[in-house]
């Protein structure tokens, strides 16, 4: 397996672990419990600052090239470059809903859960595409150089999160990560 491909699989596996947390404070909000609030929206915020703009971005490379080898794939990689922007657009409102929320703002929590719930069955789903169909896809016609010039592109876009330097915004969730780890 390439470096590309192991990228992108390992920021998978750490967007998973967020939509993990999501679900539970999502249930927590639901049933009225005591919801960590600030950690949503510490979530949220991460998955527009790096998830939207660097690895959907990078993927979307990855694929420009699939669609020039094979023009077959065109449909599909139309269909997942469209995914990508709705996806912003649902952080980027999410974002928004749940510092409201924050605010105290009087935001319709049944809402907001059911928004939760649409975005990690959604990212859920087009995480399993990637992984199940495109970059194998991917893999059949990409040729050495084209992964080597796209590693060069990969080198840019540190995660803030789970990559080697932690920023500081994210300090307090990646307490919460590494407890989870830990249980
Ligand atoms: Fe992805």
Avoid: C
Avoid at 42 to 52: E, R
Avoid at 104 to 118: C, H, I, M, S, Y
Avoid at 141 to 165: M, N, R
């Amino acid at each position: 397996m390439n470096s590309v491909i192991n990228r992108i699989q390992q920021d998978h596996q750490n967007t998973e672990r967020l939509l993990q947390l999501i679900e539970r404070e999502t249930a927590h909000l639901e049933h009225g419990d005591f919801t960590n609030v600030p950690l949503l929206s510490d979530i949220m915020h991460y998955f527009v600052n790096y998830p939207d703009l660097y690895h959907h971005p990078l993927e979307d490379q990855v694929f420009a090239v699939m669609k020039k080898r094979d023009p077959s794939s065109a449909a599909k990689v139309d269909q997942l470059y469209s995914e990508h922007v709705q996806m912003a657009e649902a952080s980027e409102g999410l974002l928004e809903r749940t510092m409201e929320l924050q605010g105290n703002a009087v935001t319709p929590r049944g809402k907001l859960v059911q928004e939760f719930r649409d975005y990690v069955r959604q990212y859920r789903a087009h995480m399993n595409r990637e992984e199940q169909e495109l970059l194998p896809a991917a893999e059949k016609v990409l040729e050495a150089a084209d992964w080597k010039s796209l590693e060069k592109q990969f080198a840019t876009g540190a995660d803030p999160l789970f990559g080697q330097i932690l920023q500081r915004q994210y300090q307090s969730l990646y307490k919460v990560i590494m407890a989870e780890a830990g249980k």
